[in-house]
């Protein structure tokens, strides 16, 4: 549930009282979105899709556009980023066995100079605007068709019987147990030693189908196949073994790192199967990927299931609302998030329904009228920057206030104890200058408070810390426990109120209250 904002009310005012059309817009262009909505944008690295612009760029230079880009999601509302920094069988971190990507310095293996490491770079930039950091791992691709560069001791050469050769591609055969576990380590890797919020894969698990191509596995199936007489069968269960394994391995190694996947819409079509979606999608993760993605979130495998919607309303074989009606109803208590085709957004485009400016803000209207889907992710970076048909502005209405991300209590549902000593004092340079003190003692699963988050309320108005209207900043714990006000109308009065969250966003009860006249 969410509020309606002040707007709401102005607007039917303006209505009865006969304002114009353009007022009234004015009025109603900032409406008070959920408090809680995951708000993300995908960073693709693979052949310098978004990020960095280009290969061989000095270390300064990529950091630099870097924090552009995040300031640019972040000026549009976004409170996550998934990064890739797994393009294919490649590395955009220092910690890790397989090569510098050469996507990030021009060449595969070369360190990018000067030396620094991107991945704790970027959690870091990340963490300071209040951003989630998703480390996005492409999973299958040993080589892609882009690669201009390969390291002598790069894994396709040194252990060439552990891939497939497919669509001019070199891919991970699924079905060797060894390369399961190569995969799974890979990610554990990231998971210990950098301080992300989540792991994420994407739609690529065995290669989406190639019309007179034939995928070579049956000797890998005549030797693994176990109890399976059907090598399509076999192909699924070896998708299944890897992603629970790395499930497990995550909830091992730190259990609050969210683990997430963004599969291909359509997970199978209800021609070939009557518990599937009335769709008709070309294909379908279930029957060309071999990813039983509703399984996994049924089994509770992962935390959150991102389908890649790529599709407008109008589109008559798959439509947008057919597709996130059947998706809400295979959450399984964990969290759906929609994929969205910003790419697509085109002035002019001959793909139906992407030439209407309002094709996205539609879709994430409707995905707040579910209570199912919790927010959204972008496709990509990029595409937002260019901002066709003022997608990104629209985005920027619908996400003018903030929002906390999600909250997943199967992960943790213990809050953090409340702010303590809340003080507020007008200063000399025109602000209100707020202070805190940490809570005097930690909760009961001893987490640390990861962020503060401050409210302001007028003079009579009722406390309610579910209107994300009221929240005026979101400080990160690291020392300063302040926030200085500079938004506030003279000659008011208000009340100010902080709470505190954990690492997974849950929050506490509020502090205490200071009411200041100005």
């Not at 191509?213 to 699924?236: A, P, Q, S, V």
Request: charged share 25%; glycine share 6%; with cysteine.
């Amino acid at each position: 549930m969410y509020f309606k904002s002040a707007a709401f009310y102005l607007i039917i005012y303006a209505f009865l009282s006969g304002c114009s059309k353009k007022v009234a817009q004015q009025f109603v262009s900032k409406p008070v979105g959920p408090k809680r909505e995951f708000r993300a944008v995908w960073v693709a690295t693979i052949d310098n899709i978004d990020w960095p612009s280009r290969k061989g760029l000095s270390a300064d230079i990529q950091q630099q556009e870097f924090r552009t880009l995040l300031d640019r999601q972040k000026s549009y509302g976004m409170n996550a980023v998934l990064v890739q920094v797994r393009a294919a069988s490649d590395a955009f971190y220092a910690r890790s066995k397989e090569p510098w990507s050469e996507w990030l310095t021009g060449e595969q293996g070369k360190a990018p100079t000067p030396f620094y490491d991107p991945m704790t770079f970027m959690i870091h930039e990340a963490h300071q605007r209040g951003m989630e950091f998703h480390a996005w791992l492409n999973m299958n691709r040993g080589t892609h068709k882009a690669s201009k560069s390969i390291t002598p001791d790069h894994l396709t050469l040194t252990k060439p019987e552990w891939f497939l050769s497919y669509g001019g591609y070199k891919l991970f055969n699924l079905g060797i147990p060894e390369v399961r576990t190569y995969i799974t380590d890979v990610v554990v890797n990231i998971v210990r030693y950098y301080d992300i919020d989540g792991i994420h894969f994407d739609d690529y698990f065995y290669p989406y189908t190639i019309a007179n191509e034939k995928l070579r596995d049956e000797d890998t199936f005549r030797k693994y196949k176990g109890n399976f007489t059907n090598i399509e069968d076999w192909r699924r269960n070896n998708v299944d073994l890897i992603v629970k394994d790395i499930s497990d391995a995550i909830r091992r190694e730190k259990p609050k790192v969210k683990f997430g996947v963004s599969p291909v819409g359509v997970w199978r079509n209800a021609s070939v199967d009557p518990s599937g979606s009335q769709t008709a999608g070309g294909q379908t993760s279930y029957d060309n990927l071999y990813a039983d993605t509703k399984k996994w979130i049924q089994k509770g495998w992962i935390d959150y299931i991102a389908p890649q919607i790529y599709f407008s309303f109008e589109f008559n074989k798959v439509p947008y609302k057919t597709l996130a009606d059947w998706w809400t109803n295979h959450t399984y208590e964990r969290h759906l998030y929609i994929g969205h085709a910003a790419y697509r957004v085109k002035a002019g485009s001959n793909e139906i329904g992407w030439e209407r400016p309002n094709q996205i803000p539609r879709q994430v209207r409707y995905n707040r009228s579910k209570t199912q889907i919790s927010g959204s992710i972008y496709f990509s970076a990029k595409p937002l920057t260019k901002n066709e048909l003022s997608v990104t502005d629209s985005l920027r209405n619908l996400y003018f206030y903030p929002a906390l991300p999600p909250t997943m209590p199967w992960k943790d549902n213990i809050p953090p104890n409340a702010p303590e000593n809340l003080k507020v004092k007008k200063v000399s340079d025109g602000g209100i200058f707020i202070s805190w003190d940490l809570p005097s003692s930690p909760p009961k699963d001893g987490d640390e408070v990861n962020a503060f988050v401050v409210y302001r309320f007028d003079e009579n108005e009722k406390i309610n810390l579910e209107n994300p209207a009221r929240i005026i900043g979101i400080v990160r714990n690291e020392g300063m426990l302040n926030y200085t006000d500079k938004t506030y109308d003279s000659g008011r009065s208000y009340v100010y109120v902080v709470t505190a969250l954990d690492r997974l966003s849950n929050e506490s009860t509020m502090s205490n209250t200071v009411k200041i006249k100005l």
